[in-house]
């Protein structure tokens, strides 16, 4: 079986990868021109790569019609919230117009892959306590360019589903991380941070923002298991919630990583890591995909943080 991943040299698209490799797929990937393909390394050579960005209808048509896949994995975005509000245009251009591109690119092919729409959990927004965890008819209410370009991305893909017989799969993941994931990210920032101390590279101080805030942690490698067995054996048209179940205050995380140092490093609060407004509480309910598909996290969140430490620390030793 062909598959075809968009993103594939981001965090969760390598991940993704190297799963499906293991389970003797054919593995293509799309990234844009001048990405890092560093999270690659352990099977650039057995992929199929096209740097092309997805705003280039004419190359991107070329590199879906040479890979002919039987499934296709639309990972790609702008994926960080901050980043959406400092590039609302690129982001809305490229997490909405450049979906639709890759659908089109889809229309002449021999066949229509099954097509996994990857949207996110930041298109509930801020839901009030007591109706968690969030279940997937929780009324949709972006509150970012980056979440109402996901949103949309589940209509334009419904559209296609229903106007044109796309066969589409919805998931939308809740915070997921592990090693190769950005430090602009929460877990994998306080992961680097240790790991530089632990090197001598930067003083013992580890720089924070509300750790009381409380999320939904699930690891990469159970969330892109999860992307998998939706195209194999979800329905249609479903949305699918990818989540621990579980709420993990920032503070217990930050707990687990110095327990996994031997340093003595203080913890300090940066107003510049600070949000306004932010949400004290978000985590899902996965009771739909678990039942209908089979899928249910493996992965302990202490193991997720020591490999993800690890990584970092393989990182600042080879600088």
Sequence with gaps: MRALITGIAGFAGSHLAELLLDRRYEVSGIDYPGASLRNLTSCLDKVKL????????????????????????HLA?????????????????????????????CRHLAH???????????????????????????????????AVSKAALELL???YLHSENYPVYLVRPFNHTGPRQSDSFVCSSFAQQISEVDRGLREPVLRVGDL??????????????????????????????????????????????LSLSSAKIKVLQDPSRLRVAETPLCYGD??????????????????????????????????
Aim: charged share 25%; aromatic share 8%; with cysteine.
């Design 212 to 257: 009381s805030v409380r999320r939904d942690f699930s690891d990469v490698r159970d969330i892109v298991r999860g992307y998998l067995m939706v195209v194999e054996k979800g329905k249609v048209g479903r949305v699918y919630n990818l989540c621990s179940g579980k709420a993990y205050s920032i503070q217990s995380v930050v707990k687990i990583l």
């Design 157 to 159: 893909g419904l559209q």
């Design 286 to 319: 996965h009771s739909r995909v678990r039942r209908e598909v089979g899928w249910e996290p493996t992965i302990p969140l202490t193991r997720t943080l020591e490999d993800t430490l690890n990584y970092w620390r393989d990182r600042a030793a080879n600088s």
């Design 50 to 73: 096209y740097q092309v960005d997805l705003n280039n209808f004419p190359l991107l048509t070329e590199a879906v019609s040479d890979c002919q896949p039987d499934f296709l994995f």
């Design 112 to 146: 229509l892959p099954r097509i996994l729409l990857v949207s996110s959990s930041q298109v509930y927004g801020a839901v009030e306590e007591e109706k968690q965890p969030i279940t997937e008819e929780t009324p949709l209410q972006p509150r970012s360019p980056y």
């Design 77 to 105: 975005a702008i994926t960080s919230v901050q980043d959406s509000w400092e590039n609302r245009e690129l982001t809305l251009r490229t997490n909405i117009i450049g979906t639709m591109n890759l659908m089109e690119a």
